[in-house]
Structures are given as C-alpha cells and as structure tokens.
C-alpha cells in the first residue's frame, strides 16, 4: 500500500528541503517539481498533469549536502521548451514565476495540504549530471535539516 505524502501545509513559508550529492555540481539544469491534488496550470501541459516547478543549485562539492528551495520560489507556469517560468515560448507563450502581480501560479497552503508527486529534473541545459538523492523533506526556511 503507497503511503500518502504528509501534509506540509504548516511549511508555507518555509521550503522543501533535498540531502543529494552530485559529481557533477557543476550542472545548472537541475529543477525540482510537485504536484498537489486540485492543482492547475493557466495553460494545460501536453506531457503530463500540473506541477509547480524550482530551480535549485548545488554547492560545489561531492559530498551529501541540503539544499534549500523556498516554496515561494515554486511556480506552476513553467515553459515545456525550458522548463523556466520566466520564458516566453517559441509559440508566443508567456510564462511567470510566483510574485505578487502573479498570485494565480504561485503554491498555496492547499497544494501544501494535497502533495501528491515529486519529480527531480535535469532540464534546459545540456551537460551531463548525476544526482544521488538521501532523503526530501519540509520545514522552515531557517532549518538546517527538514521534517
């Protein structure tokens, strides 16, 4: 039986908290993404559902590091062409990142409530990467380690 995904809604001002190492931390393509029960995209995604998006970056080390991603740094307007929320498409497409004049894509205390996927990607940059992922967690944004 799956275990569902806790509800981390009393993170919302928080981030999303990722223990990985790389050999290749050079890399900058590397975006983590989540999906969330009632969730949608302004436009729909002709390769899946509805996920709000972040990039993240590693430090430049191979050992096991945490990596914080603010949730106010999710979107769920990204571009399918880039993966970025600040790209306007080759089909004329505009797409925004979470900020005040853009509410409507940004995650809310419901989505944080209604996980329902999380994906790792390696996105828009070519290059080769390897990632190694410990263990993904929530918890404030001043946290060391996540719950």
Known sequence: MLTPFPDVSHFFHG?????????TTAYSGFKVAFGATGAHRPTPSR???ASFKADFALASTTEWQTVKVPFSDFSIDWSEYTGE???RDPTGQQHYCCTPEHP??????????????LEL???GVAGD??????????????ATTAH
Do not use: N
Request: glycine share 10%; aromatic share 8%.
């Open 129 to 142: 990467f390897a990632l190694e992922i410990d263990w993904i967690g929530a918890g404030p944004l001043d």
């Open 15 to 23: 981030a999303l908290y990722l223990r990985l190492k790389s050999s």
């Open 104 to 117: 409507e894509v940004c995650v809310t205390m419901q989505h944080l409530k209604a996980v329902s996927g």
């Open 47 to 49: 390769h899946g559902g």
């Open 85 to 87: 929320c600040s790209t």
């Open 121 to 123: 990607w390696a996105e």
